[in-house]
C-alpha cells in the first residue's frame, strides 16, 4: 500500500470514529465559555441577606451542656434558624437543638423550609413544590448527605434550592443553565454515569484516536506537499 493511501484511509476512519466526540466537544466547550460561571454557579439567585444575628436574649441553653450532651460532635454551632435561636450539631448525626428549650428541632418541618428558602430567594416566582429526599439523591446533587428538602420554584429556569432536613442548612442551588453545563461536561469528559470521572478509559481512547486522526492528517500532508514539490522541479 503507497503512503498516501495509508494515509488517507486511516485519517478518514480515524475521523469517522472520533467525528461525533469531536462536535460534542466542541458545543460543549462553546457553552462552557459562552455562559459567565458565575450565573452558571447560580449565585444571581441568591437573595443576599445577612444571616439574623443571634438573639441572645432567648439563648437559655448554656453551650456547655450541649457539648457534654454530644462529646463526640466535631463541630457544634449556634446560629439563627427560621428567627430562632438554635444549636448545630455536627457529626455522625446532624442534629438542631432549640437554644431555648434543649429540644430537638430535626428533621425540620416544610413550612419552615419554605419560610427559610423564601428568604434565600432573589426573585419573586411561586414556589411550585417542596419535596422532602431520603434517598436515592439526584444525580444532579449526587455528594450531598440526605435527607434533603428540595424546594422548586416557578419560571423558566426551574431553580431549585436544597437544605438539610437534619439542620435546615442551605446545600445546594440548580437550575437549568447549571443542568445544561452539567450535561455539556459529561460529554466533554465522557463520563456518562457519575459525571465526574476525567480519568476514564473512554476519554483516554477518544483522545488517542483524535491524536492518531491528527497526525494521519499531518502525514497525508506532508506527503502531498513533498509530491507537489517533487513534481515542480521534475524536468
Known amino acids: 500500500m503507497k503512503p498516501v493511501t495509508f494515509f488517507r484511509k486511516a485519517h478518514k476512519w480515524a475521523t469517522l470514529v472520533i467525528g461525533v466526540q469531536a462536535v460534542l466537544w466542541t458545543l460543549g466547550g462553546v457553552y462552557m465559555t459562552v455562559i459567565p460561571l458565575p450565573v452558571i454557579h447560580g449565585k444571581h439567585l441568591m437573595s443576599g441577606v445577612a444571616p439574623s444575628e443571634i438573639d441572645w436574649s432567648r439563648v437559655d441553653i448554656d453551650p456547655g451542656l450541649v457539648v457534654m450532651a454530644n462529646p463526640d460532635a466535631p463541630l457544634i454551632r449556634l446560629t439563627m434558624f427560621d428567627g430562632d435561636p438554635v444549636y448545630q450539631v455536627l457529626g455522625e448525626r446532624h442534629t438542631l437543638?432549640?437554644?431555648?428549650?434543649?429540644?430537638?428541632?430535626?428533621?425540620?418541618?416544610?413550612?419552615?423550609?419554605?419560610?427559610?428558602?423564601?428568604?434565600?430567594?432573589?426573585?419573586?416566582?411561586?414556589?411550585?413544590?417542596?419535596?422532602?429526599?431520603?434517598?436515592?439523591?439526584?444525580?444532579?446533587?449526587?455528594?450531598?448527605?440526605?435527607?434533603?428538602?428540595?424546594?422548586?420554584?416557578?419560571?423558566?429556569?426551574?431553580?431549585?434550592?436544597?437544605?438539610?432536613?437534619?439542620?435546615?442548612?442551605?446545600?445546594?442551588?440548580?437550575?437549568?443553565?447549571?443542568?445544561?453545563?452539567?450535561?455539556?461536561?459529561?460529554?466533554?469528559?465522557?463520563?456518562?454515569?457519575?459525571?465526574?470521572?476525567?480519568?476514564?478509559?473512554?476519554?483516554?481512547?477518544?483522545?488517542?484516536?483524535?491524536?492518531?486522526?491528527?497526525?494521519?492528517?499531518?502525514?497525508?500532508?506532508?506527503?502531498?506537499?513533498?509530491?507537489?514539490?517533487?513534481?515542480?522541479?521534475?524536468?
Open 97 to 235: 437543638i432549640s437554644a431555648e428549650t434543649g429540644g430537638v428541632v430535626s428533621p425540620v418541618s416544610e413550612d419552615a423550609i419554605r419560610r427559610v428558602a423564601r428568604t434565600d430567594f432573589s426573585g419573586d416566582a411561586e414556589i411550585v413544590s417542596v419535596t422532602l429526599i431520603t434517598d436515592n439523591v439526584p444525580l444532579e446533587i449526587q455528594n450531598a448527605r440526605p435527607p434533603l428538602w428540595r424546594v422548586d420554584f416557578a419560571g423558566w429556569n426551574e431553580p431549585s434550592f436544597f437544605y438539610s432536613a437534619e439542620t435546615g442548612q442551605f446545600v445546594s442551588r440548580r437550575h437549568n443553565l447549571w443542568r445544561g453545563f452539567d450535561i455539556a461536561w459529561m460529554f466533554h469528559i465522557m463520563d456518562y454515569e457519575d459525571r465526574n470521572d476525567m480519568d476514564n478509559w473512554l476519554l483516554r481512547v477518544a483522545t488517542a484516536v483524535g491524536l492518531f486522526s491528527a497526525l494521519f492528517g499531518m502525514g497525508l500532508l506532508i506527503y502531498r506537499l513533498g509530491f507537489r514539490n517533487r513534481a515542480k522541479v521534475a524536468p
